[in-house]
């Protein structure tokens, strides 16, 4: 019997050891004093081990995402056991939801960069190249190519001197038109209801009344057929993050910011900021992923 039993409590030993090893969380944002059982400073990028207790200040937060993606963040002070945080949200989740998502989202904000730096790391020391702004066309607030998958969508653009009205075309891929608008505004309403669903995507120009123009901007449309795939997880992503934290919108910023929805990442970080304005990781991952996309100098913040 004792050469039975000792194996077994070793095994069980070795698989208690293993859980308490086992990350829970990964934390995405932290503010004012928070730290483990340890008394170890918990920061944006630590992970959150099974067993352990955090002890979260006055006045602090934490954003963390769970190993199965859900998000949670931490508002109220006191302690709180990782196990119990678990059990919380792992006896709330219901449907198909798994651990790929999280994992999809955070390669990108915790990867390193060819210096083995990960940029959310990074994104504190040094930034990317920087898109120069050219006083002598009118400059959009979102990258030369990219995709929509909302139905309207904000379109920005800097304020071009001794202009008063600027005219907005909205062009096929062979540059015909297909509407355009008139306005006074550094911003208009692209309706893809507009374009006939036909369209894969849309041209976007702009003049001004002073002989001043953009770049033409290509917008991909993204609905059921041609990004099949890409559509289906921003609707599973849209069930999983429901509510409505500035955490929520980050995880689902980072997902659109990966696929080239960039008025969607745009307004998932900024909501984010809204949301926290005080918590600065949510700036820096907003200012990093303005810079990836040579976009750094229209950072508002």
Known sequence: MKHIIAPLLLALSIATHTLAQ?????????????????????MAGSKLMANEEI???DKSYLALVHRTGKSYQIKNSGKYLVNDLDKQITSALTGSITKKYSDYILTELFKPNNNGISYQKNMKVTGASERAVNSSVVNLIVPKKSHLIGVENLITWLKVPGATKYKVEILNKFEEKIYDIETSDTSFILSTTKVPTTETEVLVKITTDNSMSSEVYLFKIANEKNMAELYKENQNLSKLYTENTAVDYLMLGSFYAQNQFFIEAKKCYETAIALEPDVQEYKDYYRNYLEKNNMGDYYPY
């Open 22 to 42: 086992n990350e829970v969380f990964k934390v995405l944002a932290s503010k004012g004093t928070n730290v483990n059982n340890t008394g170890k400073n918990i």
């Open 55 to 57: 002890n979260v200040g």
